[in-house]
């Protein structure tokens, strides 16, 4: 058996927080070291996890997300082009009573259940203090803290974009660096109690527009914007808001009753490599940012985790150190090409509803409505959900 070998986590988000609780099981000491904890942090959005991904993170040992969890029973596409209409092109159900394709957990509950667990944990080691550099150190990658205090590492894990500055050292490679020029407005609906187990996804002339079911009265909603568009101006007015959504969507609703607190985030497509990635890995948004379109981007990172559990497995079998050569390249071929032809994927489906084309939107909206009257490919659908590659 090897040593007890080090592990750095820059980061102490979600992202962060969860990859040093999937591998405290390991014989690993682990420290998470926050680089912006003075700062203000945006508080994590609702969340929506795959079948899979929620069936492994129990697994894992936190089986309380289930019951934390809002069930998606049913998975609704309308392609609203020229207008709004609550009748779906595309309609995707569980198959039973018993079955879900998805769920939606609230970030903050996630984040605050996996925190309290680290924090019983006698290998994880939380450090607030800032980072001055990161060098190469013999057979370690050594941190030099603020305070000059240094530690060594077989392993350091970016899992923050907080933290663009401290890669400048390792040659970070933008594979790709696109720009929606569109932002995604965040935020929750309280409405009147109704049964909401479905998710819809709205694809609105100057971006989509998705619902996400929470609770009965609670209603997540993500909306992508095109910069230039006049929906704008109702989301940067809570009453005009409000009227949007009563006016449009008080079939689904009831009635909006209030809405939260707006957040805001610039819609980007990246995807980084390191030239340089000797004992250091990317996660989460440093390493790949997709559009929201699919709710794919947090099933995208645990993938990615999942992957990393796996290539320690292996390690540890052949006695291999954590974080040397093999570790390394083994985790990239694992998840590279895989990663990049699922970003491409998502890329390509909002250039498909991204056509501004009277003829082309028409052929589209006839395209759904074919497809949704063959169960052979919903149900093929249906399983491409469960394993995690939508929503």
């Not at 070291?33 to 894992?60: G, H, W």
């Not at 000059?148 to 790709?176: H, M, T």
Request: charged share 25%; net charge positive.
């Amino acid at each position: 058996m090897l040593n007890t070998q080090k592990i750095c986590i820059i980061g102490s988000g979600l992202t962060g927080l969860t990859i040093a609780y999937l591998l405290s099981r390991f014989r690993l000491q682990i420290d998470i070291v926050e680089q912006d904890f003075s700062k203000k942090k945006i508080n994590p959005t609702k969340i929506a996890l795959s079948k899979n991904s929620l069936d492994q993170l129990c697994l894992y040992g936190l089986k309380d997300i289930k019951k934390k969890s809002n069930i998606i029973k049913n998975i609704y596409l309308h392609d609203s082009y020229s207008s709004i209409s609550l009748k779906q092109d595309l309609h995707f159900s569980a198959s039973n009573k018993e079955e879900a394709l998805a769920y939606i957990i609230d970030g903050n509950t996630l984040s605050s259940d996996i925190n309290k667990k680290l924090r019983s944990l006698k290998n994880i080691n939380f450090i607030k203090k800032e980072i001055y550099s990161i060098n190469d150190n013999k057979f370690f990658k050594e941190i030099t803290f603020k305070d000059l205090k240094k530690e060594d590492y077989n392993l350091i894990i970016f899992a923050s974009a907080n933290n663009l500055f401290l890669l400048s050292k390792f040659k970070l490679r933008k594979v790709v660096d696109k720009s929606y020029n569109e932002h995604a407005y965040v935020f929750n609906l309280f409405h009147k109690k109704i049964i909401n187990n479905s998710a819809r996804q709205f694809f609105l002339k100057d971006g989509p527009l998705a619902f996400l079911p929470v609770s009965s009265t609670e209603t997540s909603v993500i909306w992508s914007i095109k910069n230039n568009s006049i929906n704008k101006n109702y989301v940067l007015n809570t009453k005009s808001l409000t009227k949007f959504f009563n006016d449009h969507f008080k079939q689904l609703f009831k009635e909006i009753i209030s809405i939260s607190e707006i957040n805001k985030f610039n819609l980007n497509y990246i995807f980084n490599e390191l030239k340089d990635s000797k004992r250091t890995l990317l996660f989460g948004d440093i390493a790949n940012k997709i559009h929201p379109i699919a709710g794919q981007g947090w099933n995208m990172t645990l993938r990615n985790i999942f992957s990393l559990i796996k290539i320690i497995k292996y390690s540890e079998n052949l006695g291999l150190e954590i974080g040397g050569d093999i570790f390394i390249k083994k985790y990239l071929d694992e998840i590279s090409s895989n990663n990049l032809t699922f970003t491409t994927l998502i890329d390509g489906i909002r250039k498909i509803f991204d056509v501004k084309i009277d003829s082309y939107a028409a052929i589209r909206k006839s395209t759904l409505s074919k497809l949704d009257k063959n169960s052979f490919i919903k149900n093929n659908f249906v399983n491409i959900a469960n394993k995690g590659l939508f929503i």
